[in-house]
């Protein structure tokens, strides 16, 4: 059977310290067979490219000419990167064992899901969700957007109770299948 071809992507701007801390972590943790990860720097001005060129030449790249920003800088490079799912993953996330594996056997089951996300935890609170996305998100009947595992300002403990899949109205883009 085919497996699809995965492309995790990071968008990079002056994010050296972030990729210095978290994308040994990536590469270790992604272990599907038919993955590529791929740092999309954003015209950044520090030596990010030159770092990523010297320590992690592993690592493909897309250089975009001008900072355009999350959207704009994920756009130009999706456009140049040819893959069967896109994983747009924040430099400052850390992941765990399993995590595309995982993801995908769930995405796989319907062919109409346009995306997804995991579970997002503090990095600092580990059983903690992360304020930005948490389990994902949904948007009231007065427009305001919340999410499983965040109410207001507060953050849930992580104790399984959203462990089971659901459909949300809107997906993190600290970790967005696509």
Known sequence: MHQPKVSVVILNYNGKSWLEQFLPN???HTTYSNAEIIVADNASTDDSVLFLQQYFPQIKMVINSSNTGYAGGYNDALQKIDSDYYVLLNSDVEVTPNWIENTMTF?????????CQPKILSYSEKN???YAGAAGGFIDKYGYPFCRGRIFDTCE???GQYN???EIF???GACLFL
Not at 107 to 115: F, P, R, S
């Open 157 to 159: 403990t992580d104790e």
């Open 164 to 166: 089971q899949s659901g």
């Open 128 to 130: 903690k969700f992360e």
């Open 107 to 115: 995405l796989l089951k319907d062919e109409l899901m346009a995306a």
């Open 26 to 28: 990536v590469i270790q």
């Open 170 to 172: 809107w997906a993190s």
